[in-house]
């Protein structure tokens, strides 16, 4: 059997639009706490959101969920959204405003590849917050295929880059 043709491996994953049941709260957590830009504003039903001035990589709307509340657990929807940050001290600096703002963990791991952060935005939707080590660093078995893991992430060596 032919194996189906590949993606290009220049496709990414552009942006993700979320949908939210109380506008100002959402833009409290995205941009007052992570510190995403507002881009464009649609009255008070929805807004676009980015870093670096891109058009969008957070879409939030009210349009079918004003008031409306999460998914029950054990349906099917979003997982979690992953927000990459390029540098290690900038998702330090990330952690930083977390915890500056109250917001819980869930979670924080090092995968190997990554360490990340994971949470609950105002919706109750899964945030991971992350930045992989350069592919040179990953673990790799004898084969070159990776090894992959999980491990708890050591939060105070995190934090210790923003003081470098």
Known sequence: MAQPPSIDPRV????VHLKVSDLERSLKFYRDVLGFGVTQKMGNSAAFLSAGGYHHHIGLNTWESLGGSPPPPRSTGLFHLAILYPERH????????????????EGASDHGVSEALYLRD???????LYWDRPESQWPR????????????????????????
Request: net charge negative; proline share 6%.
């Open 12 to 15: 990414r994953i552009g942006h």
């Open 90 to 105: 900038l998702l330090a600096d990330a952690l930083r405003r977390l915890l500056a703002a109250n917001i819980p963990l």
């Open 122 to 128: 105002p919706d109750d939707n899964g945030v991971e």
């Open 141 to 164: 078995a004898a084969d070159g295929s990776l090894t992959m893991l999980t491990r708890p992430l050591d939060l105070d060596d995190l934090l210790s880059t923003l003081a470098k």
